[in-house]
């Protein structure tokens, strides 16, 4: 059973920045997509960033130029560096991954870890 651990969400201020990372275990395929989710009270789960295996990156456009994803294959492991936070970007983050076995998509979610942007 794939598991993934989140870490590194917590409380910024306005302009400043946080690093969450995500640690995938017991996952035995190499291709595969990762990436980050947000969902703020009442609202839906959006999309914030993507990873391949490969590295190609993906951005919502509220995030562009702000966040920065990256990746270590050898550890199993996406970063999301956030800079710059605004308010609005205060929400539960979300890692996901996605596993590639041909035709076959599995897909599996972390716990979810807070992030609060206030002064």
């Known amino acids: 059973q794939v598991q993934l651990v989140e870490s590194g969400g917590g409380l910024a201020q306005p302009g400043g920045s946080l690093r969450l990372s995500c640690a995938a275990s017991?996952?035995?395929?190499?291709?595969?997509?990762m990436g980050w989710y947000r969902q703020a009270p009442g609202k839906q789960r959006d999309k914030v960033a993507s990873?391949?295996?490969?590295?190609?990156?993906l951005y919502d456009d509220s995030t562009q130029g702000r966040f920065t994803i990256s990746r270590d294959n050898t550890k199993s492991t996406v970063y999301l560096q956030m800079n710059s936070l605004k308010p609005e970007d205060t929400a539960v983050y979300y890692c996901?991954?996605?596993?590639?076995?041909?035709?076959?998509?599995?897909?599996?979610w972390g716990q979810g870890t807070q992030v609060t942007v206030s002064s």
């Open positions: 017991g996952s035995r395929f190499v291709l595969n997509t």
């Open positions: 996901y991954r996605v596993d590639v076995d041909g035709t076959s998509h599995y897909t599996y």
């Open positions: 990873i391949t295996s490969d590295g190609h990156t």
